[in-house]
Each structure stands twice: as structure tokens, then as C-alpha cells.
């Protein structure tokens, strides 16, 4: 029954995917999802093979024996990786889109093609076939007569949106994912990422992430090492800080720049770059009123734009204006406690006022991060209420309401300080204490509380194992490694991930000059980060599907933004520094003009350098250029044999 499973595909790795039903699932139900599966391509169906996993064990008492191993041939793999445009590497050294009829002019493609494809992949391509799943002529699911189905409807995503399906999910790979483990964070190295190896076993999107991560703490070393010297020797003269500020400025303005050339690399080195974007179905939980789609010519449900357009203006956009104004009542409050420590600290000094100074600072972290936990929640509800129809629809509404947010209450207060108050040592003291208090409960909060509930859950589920068997063993079943996995925690995106890098790439681009420490506390924090986050992707969460990206996305241009209002910062600051002012001792205004040219010259070079580097490396070009020359040579000498046949 399980031979599939066990054989698994490629060196031992196995290319399942998991499928778990409701346990009140409806027997006739879970008959003809199994049977669409099976079937035959030709006929409707997946073809690919499922069969049914002994299971019980779960965690206190929790019992779902609905729970499939799906996976495939190997001649239905590689018709897969034809079918969603992979792109390998040809014997010329070319990333090339894959095709069956040229498979040996690929590189590692031996005999039938066993081991060809990564278990990633493999993945992939399962998942990419169940979600291709279609209804034909069924007018509701099977067993669900209120669930309602019609012509051409993903009958995966029908079966989420309704429960039925509880979860889909790849389970980890034992051998390969203790090798990667080791090479990654389980050993202390002076050596970069495995990212190769990462992006084969997690995909392309997380090996983005985790080389920008990188990335962005390798270029925040300059910055590290002159902020520390400058500790060393002008820490108390804030007069001094022009030169970082300058430096600043060009630092922010470069590494964006290069990181799009060497992400550019690393897409087209991973096939990604040129591959072609798969046409997105409606999310799951979009719903209307049917109708046929002038595109696709299927029948979906249709939403008006105007609706959605008035429930983003008439209650999102309010709902986000008002959630600011509370953050601005939030910091004035703050601002208060801090006037209020400020003053007991002068009238009786000593070490206990000394740190009574930095408890407004700390417990404002603390409901900054608060703050903006619940905010990401009604963010959520928010975008999901509106109804976008793409998923790429929704992540953006989603993380434009929670960059707005997260900006002014993580910034608003360093602002204020820098520009309204002026105080120089209150803005460094601040953005010290937010700066290391955030750090602290991210790691917390990500790592730690992770990773202590896991273990919790592992203890229960193994002691539940241990009961049920007879003979002590001291491997864990292919079921019984499957079943622990389906209780992990889901990893939910990178969304976080790069939302905690936008707050500190701010924290260090913005204010940094008059707190040289900050670069040095981010790269001692993103080296943790590295650690942390590679030690949750292998034990702490399930492992993800595979995302074919050619780039960090919406990301890039948070980032790109974040440098603009950098370069407008550390104007200002420069503009507000004793240095500059005494060259206008009698005029502000010839320092505001001076300090708005200044600016203006910065953002022209920002745009210059921009349009002067490539975002994609000539090398890089010049093989995508050829590949489309080829493309079009091939398509020119199919219509020329072509013609004959039709006379």
C-alpha cells in the first residue's frame, strides 16, 4: 500500500505531499477527490498517485485517520516540470526552459530522469497539479450539497475555503534535511549561507530572503566598523555626526542598487529570472456572483471593482487614518512619562533614577509591538473583507496598510524628537532603547516562544507513540513522522521576516548618524537572525511549498522608499547640525535653501546611479537575449515545415 512513499524518488528523497481532509469529512467526498487524483490527465484528472496514511497518535488524544500521501511517477514529474515552465540548466551552461523532448540536453539528466528535479520541485509541481484539479459538470462536492461547484472551479481551493480540506503540506525530508542543517546553523562558520542548498530543499523565495538577510548584514559591516569608531572617539560630540550622516546617505543608495544586480544572479543562476508567471486563479476565499470571466472564459464569481474601491476608501483608509491618530495619543503619552522620568532624574540623581529614564522608552517598545501585532490582525480582516481576487492583489493591500502603520509607530516618535524637540540626546537614547528592546522581544517572539511550544508538542506526541507501540524503536515511521509534522506550526511567508528587516534597515538608514552604535546592535542582531531563522524552518515549522520568485518583490520597493526618506533625514539633520550652522549665523533661510539643494542634488544622484547601473548584469543580459533569439529561430523554423503540410 505505502511502496510509493517508502521507494520515495530521486537518491532516497521523497516527493510527497500531504493531504489532510476533515476528520468529519463525508465518505462519498473523500472518494471522488481521491479519484480525481487518480485519474487520467486526458480524462480531467491529476494523475498523479494517493494513498491513505495510518494514522492516530496526534497530540492529546487528537485522531484524523483522513490523512493521504500524494506523489507521482517520474515520466508525470518531468511532464509536470514542462507544464509550470522550469527552467535547468542546459549542457551549454544556459538556464533554459525544460522540455521532455529535449530532457538530455539538460545537465544531470540521466537515464529517465531519476534525481533530475530537487525534492522542492518535485513538490512544487504536486501541489501546482492539485490545485489544477478543475470541476467538470458536478454542480455541488460530493456529500456537500450546499457546497457549490460549476465548470472549471478549482476543487482544491473550493474544499479550503470550506473546511474541508484542512491542510496541504510537503513533509520534510530526513537525510537531506539534516545535512542542510549542519552546513547551515548547526555548526559556528566564518563561511557564507549554503544558499544553493537552501533554494533546493526550501525554494527560490527563501533562499531570496535568506540572501538578503545576508546581504544586508555584509553591507551593514562598513557602517558597523566606522559607527564603533566613532564611538570610540566623538561619542558625546553630536556636532560630528555630518560625516555619517553623509555616509548615510551613500550607503543607502548603493546597496539597494547592487543587491537588485546580485538577487538578478542568483534568479537567473536558479532559473527563475526569465521563467514565466503562472496565470493566478481566484484566492479561495474570493467570492460573487457567478459569471464568466472574459479572459479565462470560465465561469467564477464576479465582484465589482466599484464595491471593493468603496470598501477600501470608506472604511479601510478610515480605519487606518484613525489607527494613526491612535498611535500619535500612544506617543504623546509616551512623551509625557519621559518628561515626567527627565524630571525626577534632576532633582534626585543616582542609579536608580538613572535607570528610571529608560523605563518610558522600554515599556513604549513593548506597546509598539503590541501595537503593532493587533494592528496586523485587523489589517488582515480588513483586506480579506474587501475581496481582492488575486492573492497578489491582496498581499499588496495588505502590506501597504501594514507598512503605513508599522512606519509612523516605530518612526513617528524619532521624528518628533529629531525635528520638533531637537534633542539630540533623547533621540539617541530613544533610538537605543527601541532599537535593543525590539530586538529583544522579536527574538522572543519568533524564536524562543516558537520552538518552546513545539517542543511541548513533540514531548506529548512522542509519548503518544511510545504507548502505542509495542516494541520500543528508536526511528519514528514514515506515518508517525508525518503526523508529528501535521501538528507543527505553518509557516506563514516571509511577510514578517522582511517587515522586521524594513524596521531595522530604517532604524539605521534614518537616525543612525546620531547613534553610531545601531549598525553594530543590527549586525549582531541579523547573525542571530540567520541562526534563529534557520533553526525554525528545520524543527519549529512545516515545511513550506516551494516559491518560484525572481526577486523579493513589493519588498524591494518598501526598501527603495525607506532610502528616499532616508536621504530627506539625514538632509536635515546634516542642515540642523552646529557645523553647517555656523556658515549662516544671520539667515535660516540660506540654510533651508542650502539644506533643500542639498537634498535635491542627493535624490538626483540616487536616480542617476539608478538609471546608470543595470538592474540585471550584462553577462546576464546577453544570455537572456540570446535565448530569445533562439526562441524566435525555433518558432520561424516550425512554421516553415509547417506550410508544407497545409498545402
Known sequence: MMEFAVKGHGGGSLALVVVELSPNAQEETIAWLLGRIREKQQDGGAELLVEQLKCGLGVEGREN???????????????GAEDVGLFKESQDGSMRAFTCANSHNFKNFHGDGDGFLSTAECQYIIKHELENLRARKESHVPGYPHVKLYPGKSIIGRLQSKKILIQMFPPHDKEELKRLSFNWYKKVKTSLQPLDDIRQY????????????????LALVPMALLGLLYYLF????????????????IWCTVILQLWKRYSASLAYHWGTLSRKKVFEEPRPGFHGVLGFNPVTGREEPLYPNSKRQLRVYL?????????LYLALCVMMVYFQMEGWALLVHDREQGFLTGIL????????????????????????FLTEWENHRLESSYQNHLILKVLVFNFFNCFASLFYIAFVMQDMVLLRQSLATLLITSQILNQLMEAFLPYWLQRRRNKKMLSNVR????????ELLLNERVELEADMSTYLGTF???LELFHLFGYVSLFSCVYPLAAVLVVLNNVTEIYSDAFKMCCVFKRPFSDPAANIGIWQLAFEVMSVMAIVTNCALIGMSPQVRAYFPDSDMQLILWTAALEHTLLAFKFILAFLIPDIPKHIQVKLSRLEFESVEALKKKKMFQVPERS
Request: hydrophobic share 50%; no cysteine; charged share 15%.
Open 467 to 474: 504507548k502505542s507501540r509495542s516494541v520500543e524503536g528508536k
Open 202 to 217: 526550501f525554494g527560490e523565495g527563501q533562499a531570496l530572503y535568506f540572501g538578503f538577510l545576508e546581504y544586508f548584514t
Open 496 to 498: 514578517d521576516d522582511y
Open 65 to 79: 485517520t483522513n490523512m493521504f500521501l500524494v506523489a507521482a511517477t517520474w515520466h508525470r514529474l518531468l511532464a
Open 315 to 323: 472604511v479601510s483608509l478610515p480605519f487606518v487614518l484613525l489607527s
Open 357 to 380: 529614564v529608560y523605563i518610558p522608552s522600554i515599556i513604549y517598545a513593548v506597546v509598539i509591538t503590541v501595537m503593532n501585532a493587533l494592528y496586523r490582525y485587523a489589517a488582515e
Open 234 to 249: 566623538d561619542w558625546d560630540d553630536y556636532g560630528k555626526y555630518v560625516f555619517f550622516a553623509v555616509f548615510n546617505l
